[in-house]
């Protein structure tokens, strides 16, 4: 199937680029559920999953309104104001939908599935402010334990993103830049054109203008989100995701512990993946308490941040701290 979404000049130019929070969550959160996992996010899949069930967060609000394959519910993905929103701007964008909209999007996530509608979407049509409240906490624990320990390199993949295609518009042009951006996406003649789409994408039934928002789990496909009067939305995956999830590049640790202390050294390498205190206890042969102690210092320091993921705390390294091991010239 081929859908066409034709384009005017002031089409064109109301084009732009968003990195989206809650786009990471509904496509990071559908990944997680499939059993058909990719190999390309193997390493942080196999990390997350386990914290996913223990918190029942598999069988929650997100796993009705995120079905694995399909449409999903167009309200988690507010049209974001800005380049860089917030996770919280977006949520609070979501405890705003219409409860009309809520329902009409409930219907036809009913209509896709073969047992109907479950109890969570006659509470979201009932009392849609209540239970939107319940869906944005979810998508808030969920964060922390699935996204917010990896976020520093995540977003900077994202950003890095849009500034290439920003630079590839100023030198290039709209049209090759949306030539570019996945292989089912083609641009003909003023024309953005979808290839092998379940669902059309035609002007008539949505805004002006078109927001682009690359994605670290959309691979290998382009979602789209379609809701009058507001701009089509098109997640697509991100250059560079290939090596998103590879174990990063380290200088040689008598360099950093020669400033920072062998055991905070150490702890900053086996952080390459977000850790508990325990885990990096068990892993480096320190104590608990000292483990502890280091990570207090360390997080004051900016190098590493502090993530609940239910009884635990995961500490995962930061940019700075990313910079600070890297090899020379890396």
Same mark, same amino acid.
């Given at each position: 199937m081929q859908a066409g979404l034709s384009f005017s000049a002031a089409d064109l130019a109301? @084009?732009?680029? /968003? =990195?989206?929070?809650?786009?990471? =969550? =509904? @496509?990071?959160? %559908?990944?997680?559920?499939?059993?058909?996992?990719q190999p390309l996010y193997r390493r942080w899949a196999e990390q997350v999953r386990p914290r996913l069930v223990r918190a029942g967060l598999d069988r929650g609000w997100l796993a009705e309104l995120v079905p694995v394959d399909g449409y999903l519910a167009d309200f988690l993905n507010p049209t974001p104001a800005g380049p860089f929103p917030t996770l919280a701007t977006e949520l609070e964008a979501i405890r705003r939908t219409a409860p009309e909209r809520v329902r009409v999007e409930l219907g036809m996530l009913a209509a896709e599935r073969d047992d109907g509608a479950p109890a969570r979407f006659r509470i979201l049509s009932e009392a849609p402010e209540e239970a939107l409240a319940k869906v944005a906490a979810e998508v808030e624990a969920y964060w922390e334990l699935a996204l917010a320990p990896y976020w520093e390199r995540i977003r900077r993949l994202l950003?890095?993103?849009?500034? *290439?295609?920003?630079?590839? #518009? /100023?030198?290039?042009?709209?049209?090759?830049?949306?030539?570019?951006? *996945?292989?089912?996406?083609?641009?003909?003649?003023?024309t953005l054109r979808l290839v092998r789409r379940h669902c059309a994408l035609t002007r008539d039934q949505v805004g002006s203008g078109l927001l682009l928002v690359p994605s670290a789990f959309a691979w290998p496909k382009v979602l789209t989100r379609s809701v009058a009067p507001e701009p089509p939305q098109l997640a697509y995956p991100a250059r560079g995701i290939g090596n998103l999830w590879e174990p990063r590049a380290t200088t040689s640790p008598?360099? #950093?512990?020669? #400033?920072?202390?062998?055991? %905070?050294?150490?702890?900053? @390498?086996?952080?390459?993946?977000?850790?508990? @205190?325990?885990?990096?206890?068990? %892993?480096?042969?320190?104590s608990a308490a000292g483990v502890s102690q280091h990570l207090t210092a360390l997080r004051n320091a900016g190098l590493v941040t502090a993530h609940r993921s239910g009884r635990s705390v995961l500490y995962a390294r930061t940019a700075l701290a990313d910079a600070l091991l890297a090899p020379a010239g890396h």
């Open positions: 109301q @084009t732009r680029f /968003a =990195v989206s929070p809650m786009w990471e =969550v =509904v @496509t990071s959160f %559908r990944l997680l559920r499939r059993a058909d996992e950003e890095a993103d849009v500034f *290439h295609r920003a630079r590839q #518009v /100023a030198e290039h042009g709209s049209a090759h830049v949306l030539n570019e951006l *996945h292989d089912s996406v083609r641009w003909d003649d003023g008598d360099a #950093v512990a020669a #400033v920072l202390g062998r055991s %905070r050294t150490m702890l900053l @390498t086996e952080l390459d993946t977000p850790a508990s @205190t325990t885990r990096l206890a068990q %892993r480096s042969g320190l």
